[in-house]
């Protein structure tokens, strides 16, 4: 364990990195070497805990949650990621308080914040709205520290808004990484990123998004691949477009399923609304007129049912490399016949896959974690370095 | 102090146990040495606690709790016996989150479980479910730890279930070694557990039933008394016949307040609705099909109104062994001319038991806490050896 | 840091104190050296915690939250003291468990107590009830106690009943000391508590209340002023009377805004309900008369609306002492063309004492942890103190 851990802390040393008191929004506004590292630190705290010991580094101190959309997946990631270094979790319950926008957002992000170390968000309802609510939060938090408001500026990291899902595509990544052996390998590899059915409408886009963002940063051949009229916001098809230049990879969009999978080495079906269709409904939401996002959704639903044919099959993953893609899903999947009569993936598709789903789900925690630690410290590894030096266990033995 | 934990201690050593990587769902499927153990590590929490010593041995982890009905006193055991081990208490609140049964159960369980020690259910409102629900849970972390998904399995911890309340019934055994002086005193005795009026329906039987198997195993007498029509459920009858026919104790079943309460050590008597009607009610429920279930309702209660006579009295504690039996609730208890008209018991009869009815409680923290223990360490004794030697205090001095 | 700690410690120990062991109900039931002291030891914490040392003490332990209003600021402050000193939150969910009033009382606060050591309680909704239920708390814990039901006998911190709002004035007394330099400095200096016109209504007199009740203790001018009809609490306004006779500073009661503001050295404009609307509104609660509820707050609103001039306005400012008064809020305050057409201040007054308002607000979780610590250890100074000799480190660094 000693010299994996030497491994994975000889390349983090390499690694200089931004991310020090800096919030984590989006990944490309991060630099490779800092997505690198919050990677190679994530595996050090796997590492850590896979061999019972403490990665505890916080004695006491607030993880505050704000979740305005339902969550299991992440909000056990956050609470497993503030727990393991020794934090305690606040929810910051919407219903049980009174929190708007404008004016308070200024003043509710310094309230919760006296003795807090980090506030993790989700806010992925309104397009164009998550992350500049975040970004609010995080001016608001520089005013407060400015000011002599806060002794300490806590960390922002997004948990899913409108735009990304950082803690989700770097969880991906990581699993990536482990499945294929290194992030060198992933160069060149063909990644199809679609669309597939659900007999659900209003999906966030934050998802897809983030995959393509994030997937073409690493010489990866992105295709995404979508019926017309589902397209995601062009401003993060751009930066996916930039980053395939940059990286020596590829981006490009196709409208078939069946385009994406062939040859493909990962496939990625998940069904998402149109981000017009978003805008519209996020429209209908402020002003909270209910009938007509009744109606929205009757729209939409019957758009969808004319690509039921989008569907992960077994005849379709015979299309990918040597039939053997890698299928990933950020989970809960829409099983055909099982969660639903038809739906993103075939029961014999997903079920072949499921294990790797559920091992990609649990980078998620360490991510956090890492996302935490590289925050907080200028060089997260020393602190880690010492733990595995001294053998701190988790559990008394 | 020393003194009589080397005394526990000396007891606890002699005891072998499979509870080790167990999961604690019913008491009849544990070994009496495994109930032995159960207390007397309680026993051991309880009396470092006592002298503020420390009893942390997790230095981060999660307990999760899943309630699927209210609670007051078994989730702040449970928070009790998290905090006193050192892990912090993450609920899963499944209105928050999209929990259900089938398919997912197998993901969810896992979803929660990468960084967590513990996961606490109780599940009681539908006959035939909660206990199964356990189980399902249970081999989804089995499943999960042997494909590498899980670095630890998880332990699980039957809160309350349609069949038994073990953490219930074992905190009430706790209290009659303490009360009666050992587990020895308590073969002969006689347990009269009654059903008794109450002006509401809908009780689990999971509290009768875990008493009469339990009690049944310390050759115990035991008497179940119930009007006609109010049975609990015949598996768990047969096993009280047979936990009385191992134990050298007895067990019988009688139609009448009195004959049980005629001569008893103890009296415990507490309504429940019958197993015929939970039966239809979960189907009810099931089904969604509110006219019915407000239509059962007022049936059993019409049917529970001719045996208002079923009231723990002043009068009926007289036909008790010396007139003097220990009365024991799980509380809350429906108290006549307090919390309704007329109820499970007199006022001054439960004013006089009052405080031992609280003390009674008060062992389900440390019951919890050692079901814990015994399942994550093979000697947890050793582990509380260790912090009395070293008088770790649970509060700087 | 030294210097200043040991400053500090030094004026702590000429306080002899009886808040060991002592409910923190009401600031007019402690002496002006208890007071003294939950002063003097929040300033301690917050020197250790800007200096990133820990005050952690307890190794494990609950900190019982009820709040039966909602609470953000209040919420995350008794978090945050818990925190700070090693306790963990648990919170009584009243919608998730069966409380009432009468005989449950004192169960419930034993069955919550077994490991716990804090119950902090908001009850300000009913007049005649937040306070008294507190007490009734503490009653059934000292029984609890008493019948050895406890181990130890948890403390209670009133968190603002339909009395006082003990942890809001103390850290608005926190906040004076430092901005004017010392408790001394605050003689004679002039207080005007005033009603300020909101459009909403049934807001708790807890705050003003506490205000005029705390700071006549200090030989301040106190003046209250509000409109005719809006009276506080009879028994609180002689209390502050009377305080103000043995502290050497006075206290009045006008009816003008200006009036109370010519040459005042300290705002508080802060709108609230009339107590014999309250009281009106109590009665009507606890009947559920939906309909006459509706009709009061109509009343109460037409009331109000008389009196639209009743706000703290840059012209107002000009009356006070060198035109530079130090204005003060509780939060969230009703700021004109922010958060409504019209409310307690103007937006400009506002923005200029925004981050003043912050810091005030920002020394409650000191106070809330500083009662803890006086209300659990005979002299915390010494815990501190050592805390300060051992540089215990709040961060791993």
Redesign the interface.
């Known amino acids: 364990m000693k010299k994996t851990f030497q491994k994975i802390f000889n390349e983090i040393k390499k690694l200089n990195s931004k991310l020090y008191k800096s919030d984590f929004l989006l990944t490309w506004n991060k630099s490779k070497n800092d997505l690198d590292r919050v990677l190679l630190i994530a595996e050090a705290l796997k590492l850590l805990?896979?061999n019972g010991l403490?990665?505890?580094?916080?004695?006491?101190?607030?993880a505050v949650s704000l979740?305005r959309d339902?969550?299991?997946?992440t909000?056990?990631?956050y609470?497993?990621a503030a727990?393991?270094?020794?934090l305690?979790?606040?929810d910051?319950d919407e219903t049980?308080?009174?929190?708007s926008h404008?004016?308070?957002i200024r003043?509710?992000a310094?309230?919760?914040s006296?003795?807090?170390e980090f506030i993790g968000i989700r806010d992925d309802m309104y397009l164009g709205e998550g992350n500049k609510y975040m970004r609010e939060v995080g001016e608001s938090l520089d005013d407060?520290y400015k000011?002599?408001?806060?002794?300490h500026r806590p960390g922002i990291i997004n948990l899913q808004c409108d735009i990304d899902h950082p803690t989700q595509s770097m969880a991906d990544l990581l699993h990536l990484k482990k499945y294929f052996g290194s992030l060198d390998s992933l160069k060149g590899k063909k990644v199809a990123m679609t669309w597939a059915y659900s007999p659900s409408y209003g999906k966030p886009l934050s998802v897809p998004q983030g995959i393509i963002a994030l997937m073409t940063r690493y010489g990866m051949n992105v295709e995404l691949a979508h019926p017309e009229g589902y397209e995601l916001l062009p401003d993060v098809v751009k930066v996916a477009k930039n980053n395939a230049n940059e990286s020596g990879g590829s981006f490009n969009i196709v409208n078939s399923m069946d385009t994406a999978f062939r040859g493909a080495d990962i496939v990625y079906p998940k069904s998402w609304a149109p981000y017009a269709v978003m805008q519209q409904r996020t429209d209908l939401l402020k002003n909270n007129d209910k009938q007509a996002l009744v109606e929205l959704e009757k729209q939409c639903l019957v758009q969808n049912s004319q690509f039921t044919d989008w569907e992960c099959t077994e005849e379709k993953m015979q299309l990918t490399k040597d039939s053997n893609a890698l299928y990933m899903h950020c989970?809960?999947a829409d099983?055909s016949n099982?969660?639903c009569d038809k739906g993103e993936v075939q029961k014999e598709v997903f079920e072949k896959y499921r294990?790797e789903t559920?091992?990609q789900?649990?980078y998620?925690?360490y991510i956090i974690a890492s996302m935490m630690l590289n925050n907080?410290f200028k060089n997260p590894e020393a602190?880690l370095d010492r733990i595995v030096e001294n053998q701190?266990?988790?559990?008394?033995a």
């Not at 403490?54 to 607030?62: K, P, Q, T, V, Y």
């Not at 000011?147 to 002794?151: A, E, H």
């Not at 701190?392 to 008394?396: E, Y």
């Open positions: 805990r896979d403490s990665a505890r580094c916080f004695d006491s101190g607030l979740f339902n969550s299991t997946r909000r056990f990631s609470a497993s727990n393991l270094l020794g305690e979790i606040q910051l049980k308080s009174q929190i404008g004016e308070t003043e509710t310094n309230m919760i006296f003795l807090s407060g000011n002599m408001v806060l002794p989970l809960p099983i099982v969660s294990i559920y091992i789900a649990g998620k925690p907080r602190l701190v266990k988790s559990v008394m």
